[in-house]
Structures are given as structure tokens and as C-alpha cells.
């Protein structure tokens, strides 16, 4: 059973999905960030904005206007930080709990956000992706609808 806070309508509308390593090759960061930067207006972006360059990112696309679904593995956060709500209040942020009752972020409820955020999402777009991280089974699984901006 999934938790939401703010407009749920955004899940009705066409999703770009962002997935990114937490470690990340320095060759990837700047065409992470020009990606998010030369998104067409009204572009909605999930993602957990859990990985260094997700959160560089989230903060990108706030500041940008554009609407985001932020996914967590955890349980809802019991205080939104004033940017978030601010989108929230705007109607162009929601945040998904796929795991409302864990007050931690564990391996499995990760690959089971990353899940929801592949399903949900009209494209992926994988930041990085290495053959070793967890993340590459799930581009395998949605390589039909995915691009990479980097991989080793």
C-alpha cells in the first residue's frame, strides 16, 4: 500500500523517469546536469532523488518550475522542507511512499522504488549506470524505453 503527499494527477500525465548510481563517473556529471537544464517546459520528472546527482537534480528542476514525482523507500517524511512545499502547494510535486512503514532506506525497498519509478515512468533515463550496480537489471528489464547519458 503506498503513501502519497501533493497531486496525485501528475502520475496521469507523461513521466520521465530518472535513475542515477550513487557513484558516478565525472565524465557523467555535467551531461546529467545539462540533460535536466534543457528539459522542455511542463516535463515531469520521478525519481527517488536519492543519489548525490538525483538530489542535484531535484534541485535543478524545482528551481526550473518543472514538476516531480519523488519516490521513497521509506515511510513520508513527518517535516517537508519550505522548497518542497512550496511545489507542493504549486501542484507540481508529489511524493510516493513505497514502503510507508520503514523508517530506513533498505536494499530490497530500494529495488522496489526503482521498480515503481520504471513502471510508472512513459521513459527512463539512466544518469550512470555501471554493469555492477543494482540498477542495471532494471535498465535490462526497460531497455525499451530507456536511454543512458553515461555507462561504463
Not at 46 to 56: A, K, L, M, T, W
Not at 91 to 108: C, K, N
Request: with cysteine.
Amino acid at each position: 500500500m503506498h503513501k502519497y503527499l501533493g497531486n496525485q494527477a501528475l502520475l496521469n500525465e507523461y513521466k520521465i523517469g530518472f535513475l542515477c548510481s550513487s557513484r558516478v563517473s565525472s565524465r557523467a556529471i555535467l551531461p546529467c546536469y545539462d540533460w535536466a537544464t534543457t528539459l522542455p517546459s511542463g516535463s515531469i520528472v520521478v525519481s527517488g532523488f536519492h543519489s548525490p546527482i538525483e538530489r542535484d537534480i531535484l534541485q535543478i528542476l524545482l528551481r526550473t518550475g518543472h514538476s516531480v514525482v519523488m519516490v521513497l523507500a521509506r515511510r513520508l517524511y513527518s517535516t517537508i522542507p519550505p522548497e518542497w512545499q512550496k511545489a507542493i502547494d504549486e501542484q507540481r510535486m508529489l511524493i510516493v511512499s513505497t514502503a510507508p512503514e520503514a523508517s530506513r532506506v533498505g536494499r530490497l525497498a530500494a529495488q522496489q522504488r526503482n521498480e515503481y519509478i520504471a513502471q510508472v515512468s512513459d521513459h527512463l533515463v539512466f544518469g550512470y549506470i555501471h554493469e555492477s550496480s543494482s540498477l542495471w537489471s532494471c535498465y535490462q528489464k526497460y531497455k525499451n524505453k530507456s536511454e543512458i547519458i553515461d555507462s561504463v
